[in-house]
């Protein structure tokens, strides 16, 4: 049986509402940035197609933002109906996402690199491993690991049935 990586959100909230309260920040963090997407003027870049038009990037970005929407409500609904399975896909792709953060820091400052800004490269390792990687993955990475942890007891009361007691142990 896996464990709890934590046994409280912040130390005074439970798992159950620091997992709803990380999908309704998941929601709300979507909907800004789609809003900022087609209404900001900023140049977004694809690693793989770079020759795409700004308006197909642009909507690949937002039909990621929409289903990061869909699996947080359903991560909200397995949370309130107490469904692991419904929770499954938000904590799989919520660990890969905290990967790409981490793969697209250390890629940006390659390129940076390449293209030779050797200080714009450097400044974004930095600010982007130090700052980014203090405060917005692993605000993000803390997240995951409520959200994983009450996954994981919904899991473990699942297994072995919703009233059973804990085992005995001397």
């Not at 870049?45 to 990037?57: A, C, G, H, S």
């Not at 937002?62 to 397995?78: D, E, H, K, Q, R």
């Not at 917005?136 to 007891?153: A, E, K, N, Q």
């Amino acid at each position: 049986m896996a464990q709890p990586l934590v046994g409280s959100c912040c130390r005074c909230y439970s798992l159950r509402g620091g997992s709803i309260a990380t999908g309704i920040l998941g929601i709300v963090l979507s909907i800004i940035s789609i809003i900022l997407i087609f209404t900001v003027r900023i140049d977004f870049k694809t690693i793989l197609m770079d020759w795409l038009p700004q308006n197909v990037v642009k909507i690949i970005y937002a039909l990621n933002l929409v289903m990061t929407i869909l699996i947080s409500l359903l991560m909200i609904l397995g949370v309130v109906k107490k469904n692991h399975i419904f929770m499954m896909p938000w904590v799989v792709l919520g660990l890969m996402l905290a990967i790409g953060l981490l793969i697209s820091v250390i890629f940006n400052a390659v390129v940076y690199y390449i293209d030779g800004f050797v200080l714009g490269g450097t400044l974004w390792l930095v600010i982007g491993l130090i700052a980014v990687g203090e405060y917005l993955v692993v605000i993000y990475v803390y997240l995951w690991c409520v959200v994983y942890s009450y996954f994981t007891t919904l899991k473990n009361e699942n297994d072995r049935g919703r009233y059973a007691k804990q085992p005995y142990r001397r």
